[in-house]
């Protein structure tokens, strides 16, 4: 019903800089939040930055000041712009989606659920 299609992840150098995207298209009414997570080999995956409807956002504490999170909501697109990469930012990015369907909308319920992208990698190394 939903599709979330990341892009932007590569090979960069540490301290060097990417922009991931990611689109959401399908049965959509409504998304309220939108978010980044990313999953390092042998680790869970963790949140990054998620940001409202409305451009309220909140940051791991391990990213502040590095990356920024940003979304169009009339192209359903969220941004994650990631500068100073380290090699720790190693990892699968996801990208989330809190997302009322046009069938959760007509039905009356408008109850959210989340969509998840497929991941795209990126990997910082010299």
């Known amino acids: 019903q939903v599709q979330l299609v990341e892009s932007g992840g590569g090979l960069v150098q540490p301290g060097g800089s990417l922009r991931l995207s990611c689109a959401a298209s399908?049965?959509?009414?409504?998304?309220?939040?939108m978010g980044w997570y990313r999953q390092a080999p042998g680790k869970q995956r963790e949140l990054v930055a998620t940001?409202?409807?409305?451009?309220?956002?909140n940051y791991a504490d391990s990213v502040k000041g590095r990356f920024t999170i940003s979304r169009d909501n009339a192209k359903n697109t969220v941004y994650l712009q990631m500068n100073s990469l380290k090699p720790e930012d190693t990892a699968v990015y996801y990208c989330?989606?809190?997302?009322?369907?046009?069938?959760?909308?007509?039905?009356?319920?408008?109850?959210?659920?989340?969509?998840w992208g497929q991941g795209t990698q990126v990997t910082v190394s010299s």
């Open positions: 989330n989606a809190d997302t009322v369907t046009l069938h959760a909308y007509y039905s009356g319920s408008y109850s959210p659920r989340a969509y």
């Open positions: 940001i409202t409807s409305g451009g309220s956002t």
């Open positions: 399908g049965s959509i009414y409504t998304i309220n939040a």
